[in-house]
């Protein structure tokens, strides 16, 4: 673990605006995933934004044009601009990354951050 490091998130009214940042050191030149997910008490991780491979990405169904998640190509870095912040969207935010090793898939989960959206 702490292959990941994560910043941003923190509290915010609603109608505001966050980024989140993840990087890792790890080196990676196959096929990956690198994004965020998120947690609130007694609900399962749901995807929020991800980058696949550096050329696409896949949203969250309630992000709704909101979020947008960019990252340089095998940079090993993420960074997601949240903007229209609802109460809804508090939650604890992973990192996560995903790559394709030796055939198999490897997973790395940052520590998560607490993104608290509130007047």
């Known amino acids: 673990q702490g292959h990941l490091v994560e910043s941003g998130g923190g509290l915010v009214q609603p109608g505001g605006s966050l980024r989140l940042s993840c990087a890792t050191s790890?080196?990676?030149?196959?096929?990956?995933?690198m994004g965020w997910w998120r947690q609130t008490p007694g609900n399962q991780r749901e995807l929020v934004a991800r980058?696949?491979?550096?050329?696409?990405?896949n949203y969250g169904d309630f992000v709704k044009g909101r979020f947008v998640i960019s990252g340089e190509r095998f940079k090993g870095r993420v960074t997601l601009q949240m903007d229209n912040l609802q109460d809804e969207d508090t939650a604890v935010y992973y990192c996560?990354?995903?790559?394709?090793?030796?055939?198999?898939?490897?997973?790395?989960w940052g520590q998560g951050t607490q993104v608290t959206v509130s007047l």
């Open positions: 996560k990354l995903n790559i394709l090793r030796d055939s198999s898939w490897q997973t790395y």
């Open positions: 790890l080196k990676f030149s196959s096929s990956y995933t």
């Open positions: 980058i696949v491979n550096g050329d696409s990405t």
